[in-house]
């Protein structure tokens, strides 16, 4: 196997530990209207992805900098042919990011009403256009001959990719649904588990759609076992929230997002942006990737410091791993 070989796996393992760790806290930030009924409820959501939030980010940086780095051809064309669509995740993003940190800086309700619906659009929306742009990703653009992307940004908004849109969005609001009643004590636990099934009901029906289709299209044998296991785990993740089984329920539904990225990611390659023009203008794994010298650079860095950033993430989830209820909410000082 190819340096670059390497690297496309490695950047698909990133976009996928992504989508697990911030799937479920887009999640928790959708349940803010969604579930929660009253300002203590709403807390009690927050703080249980407060601790964890801006470290599943970081999956985000590494994996944007790992494409820049391995395959700056593919990152110039996705980041400028996608310009709207990932400039408005980077708003959001950010304004997600000012919102958890300033929603308590004042006591007034107004104040941070208004911060807690930014919280829920800014959870909303990025969940949303991720789907639609790796729906656009697996499904190929209109690149030319230079590798410049020469369509519009109506062009991405095609149903395969709004239907890839409407997947990650339940996928991910499920995802955090079965982690807040693994996470909360109480009422809210009942009826994050209720809201569970309800939203993994759509998110299946929209997810195999999604996925056969791709399948269809594009798919082999490799991608129809990952299809399988993606379908299997979310039925039996539905099974265990119904039985009570909330550590069983939320780890396989990460199973379920795991299996559908390594999916679009198996019937991708080798190509990493399709043209839809000609298949010979299509950006692969050889004609975007950097100079080999630089991916052995980046491969021994990353021997290095990924075990170090992996336990330190873990190191931070077990402290914070106790569930927590509104008796735990303190009142506001004033």
């Known amino acids: 196997m190819e340096l670059h070989d390497v690297w496309f796996v490695l950047i698909a393992v990133l976009w996928t530990g992504y989508f697990f760790l911030e799937g479920f806290d887009f999640g928790v930030g959708v349940l803010t209207r969604l579930l929660a009924r009253n300002r203590a409820e709403k807390r009690v959501l927050i703080n249980t992805i407060g601790p964890v939030w801006d470290g599943n980010e970081v999956w985000l940086l590494t994996a944007g900098g790992a494409t820049f780095a391995a395959f700056p051809e593919w990152y110039a064309t996705l980041f400028s042919g996608f310009y709207l669509p990932l400039l408005a995740i980077l708003i959001c993003l950010i304004v997600r990011g ?5 929603r308590a800086k004042r006591p007034e309700e107004n104040w941070q009403r208004n911060w807690e619906t930014a919280i829920f659009w800014t959870s909303l929306l990025p969940a949303f256009l991720w789907g639609v742009a790796f729906g656009n990703i697996v499904r190929g653009v209109r690149l030319d001959a230079d590798f410049e992307y020469v369509g519009t940004v109506w062009d991405l908004l095609n149903p395969y990719a709004l239907l890839g849109g409407l997947v990650t969005l339940t996928l991910f609001t499920f995802h955090g649904t079965v982690f807040t009643a693994l996470k909360t004590v109480g009422d809210i636990r009942e009826r994050a588990r209720k809201l569970a099934l309800k939203v993994g009901l759509v998110a299946a029906v929209l997810a195999l759609v999604f996925l056969l289709w791709t399948q269809v299209e594009s798919g082999d044998g490799v991608s129809l076992a990952a ?56 950006l692969t794994v050889t004609n975007a990737s950097s100079s080999p010298y630089t991916l052995k650079i980046m491969t021994w860095l990353a021997v290095i410091a990924t075990p170090l950033v992996l336990l330190y993430q873990g190191w931070t989830y077990w402290v914070f791993r106790k569930r927590i209820g509104t008796q735990h909410i303190a009142d506001p000082v004033h």
């Open 98 to 102: 000012v919102a958890f940190e300033y």
């Open 227 to 282: 299809f399988g296991v993606a379908v299997v785990s979310l039925v039996v993740a539905l099974g265990a929230n119904q039985a009570g089984r909330e550590g069983w329920a939320f780890t396989l539904s990460g199973v379920t997002i795991v299996a559908a990225v390594a999916m679009l990611f198996l019937t991708l390659f080798p190509n990493v942006m399709p043209s839809t023009l000609d298949p010979e203008w299509s």
